[in-house]
């Protein structure tokens, strides 16, 4: 039986990426990228709640290791989508990010509220996945 694949975005798929190409499954790893460029959309979700930092270690992060091992363009397209979704839950008083973002209130540009805490080391995750 299919299960949620994380906000619907396939996160086991992007996770393997970099595997993929690390252990030379080039096959699988083209087929992979195929998948995800063709059937992950970052602008739709399976739910309202996201959380910032997992999306952004799990699938930024993800997305970027797999492009910087292969240089391949579609990978580069899905982090800048991954990216511009994401910065919109910097768009806040404090540009700190949102824990767990509304993403369909923010789709109808619904105003979001800072966070009440932050743990340092999300803070340092975002920091080095967003430079």
Known sequence: ??????????????????????????D????????VYNNISFETTTTNLISVF??????????????DLSGDDRLLSKVRDVRDMLYKAFDILSWLPILKWD??????GDK????????LAKLGSHAIEFT
């Open 1 to 26: 039986m299919p299960k949620d694949s994380f906000r619907g975005w396939g996160v086991t798929l992007v996770d393997s990426l970099d595997t993929l190409w690390i252990i030379d499954l080039q």
């Open 28 to 35: 699988k790893f083209d087929m992979a990228v195929n998948a």
């Open 54 to 67: 997992e999306t952004s270690i799990r699938f930024l992060s993800g997305l970027l290791s797999a492009y």
């Open 103 to 108: 993403f369909h209130a923010a789709e109808q």
């Open 112 to 119: 979001q509220s800072d966070p009440t805490g932050l743990l």
